[in-house]
């Protein structure tokens, strides 16, 4: 009789046992010779284990004392991704994945983790829909030690395209006519997509009730981008309060603020709390056709007095000062820390973009960033007066003026506390939005487009 239901995973969803077993297993126990090394074989220890759930993908991170061996591949119908994990015995941290799965997981259903042979951990996630996995090991970096990422994509790739058509009135939403710009200008720059992934398919043309957008104004078209996210906190406070989550708040108020206006439209390269490379910002924005690129950061410096808000452009000729170069090394540093496949993501791309990078649209960036650190130095003081410039990778976009605005300095207690008040987020994001006004109201094209 057979008492175990199992699947080809070689881990079973559910297992009986009966009392023979038990029985047979303890005195086989009872034969074997004691064995004093058997932990030898099991050198890795897991440190910790996170999960990053978003519509983009899912990432699943086990942080581990040393590098660790692992195999994986997926099986289909259903659908699932398989991890042997060598080196490892079972543990409560191992465990305590299965619990750490939320019910609205766009791509796991649940995870199975069972002690598979003597010294290899076999991980079993059950999807809901078919994905392109890609698993890859990170060294040692800032508070993190050796990690196992495993980044779970959707078949086919997400289109940023996508996103801004969701949920859009074409009757009475002003962003229907930038989609539908888009849908008879497609942009040349393609949804961004890892290695295996299938090019997304156009969105549905949407149009109003007659059809036709001609003479008709289109929004201004805002990207917001929040730093960090995900693996990567940012900057940390001294009372714990983490970077990304302050400008993922900060942005928000500020697409909600824009969005309630009628000639002006907001994206977000994150509306949640997941990890986006830098390159993958800057695509983002551009298959969006964005107007303006607007980059939110809180960081931290080495002096803890350092206050006030500061405003960044690109710059292609070295940085405007010790701390604009300091502090675009330290941005750039994003993709190291946040955990980038380097095999699944196309590096090249970052530098051509600097090299693709127009005098104009750098122009365009000081005058934009001039207004908005204008109005925002009403609201917590100025660290610089004059907009700074240096080689900041976010700011790549060689045709959509983009600025970098450090809102407060979370290293700073007195800043830390602002940054704490919510309240005061609101009041940042009306203040940007103040200074894009100023600069909308001095440049007609980019408002009458």
């Keep these: 009789m057979d008492n175990t239901t199992q699947d080809t995973t070689g881990i079973s969803p559910r297992r009986i046992i009966t009392r023979r077993q038990i029985l047979g297993c303890g005195i086989a126990m009872l034969s074997l010779p004691v064995v004093s090394k058997v932990a030898h074989a099991a050198s890795s220890q897991i440190l910790a284990v996170r999960t990053w759930p978003a519509d983009d993908y899912t990432r699943v991170t086990l942080e581990l004392n040393s590098p660790i061996k692992h195999e994986h591949f997926t099986l289909d119908n259903p659908h699932r991704l398989v991890v042997d994990l060598q080196g490892l015995s079972m543990s409560e941290a191992l465990n305590s994945l299965i619990s750490k799965i939320k019910p609205n997981d766009p791509y796991i259903s649940r995870v199975r983790v069972a002690q598979n042979r003597a010294d290899v951990v076999r991980l079993v996630i059950d ?30 790739a997400k289109d940023p395209l996508t996103a801004l058509a969701h949920n859009v009135d074409t009757n009475n939403d002003p962003l229907a006519s930038i989609l539908n710009q888009l849908n008879h200008n497609r942009p040349t720059t393609a949804a961004p997509k ?68 009628s000639n002006m439209r907001a994206y977000m390269t994150r509306d949640a709390d997941f990890f986006v490379p830098l390159q993958v910002r800057v695509q983002k924005a551009r298959r969006v056709k964005a107007d303006i690129f607007i980059s939110i950061h809180a960081d931290a410096f080495t002096n803890p007095s350092a206050r006030g808000t500061s405003v960044f452009a690109l710059s292609r000729k070295g940085a405007s000062s010790a701390a604009a170069r300091w502090l675009a090394n330290k941005e750039n540093e994003a993709d190291l820390i946040g955990g980038l496949d380097i095999g699944a993501h196309d590096r090249n791309t970052a530098s051509v973009l600097l090299d693709m990078s127009t005098t104009a649209q750098i122009n365009e960036a000081l005058k934009i960033g001039h207004r908005v650190l204008d109005s925002l130095g009403r609201v917590n003081g100025l660290q610089s007066r004059r907009v700074e410039q240096a080689g900041f990778a976010v700011l790549k976009a060689p045709d959509i003026p983009s600025i970098l605005v450090e809102v407060a300095f979370i290293s700073n207690k007195q800043e830390e506390t602002f940054l704490r008040n919510t309240g005061n987020h609101n009041t940042i994001a009306r203040a940007i939005l103040s200074g894009l006004d100023s600069y909308i109201a001095t440049n007609p094209p980019l408002a009458s487009r």
Excluded: C, M, W
């Excluded at 890859?136 to 078949?155: A, C, E, H, M, S």
């Design 194 to 261: 890892v290695q295996g992934q299938i090019a997304p398919k156009a969105p549905a043309v949407v149009t109003n009730n007659t059809g036709n957008t001609k003479g008709k104004k289109r929004p201004i078209l805002v990207a917001i981008d929040p730093g960090h996210g995900g693996e990567d906190p940012g900057a940390i406070g001294s009372r714990g309060t983490k970077e990304k989550d302050v400008v993922l708040s900060i942005g928000r108020k500020l697409r909600d603020a824009i969005n309630a206006r």
């Design 127 to 156: 999807l809901k829909q078919a994905i392109v996995p890609q698993v890859f090991t990170l060294k040692p970096i800032g508070n993190y030690q050796y990690r196992l990422v495993l980044d779970l994509y959707p078949k086919v």
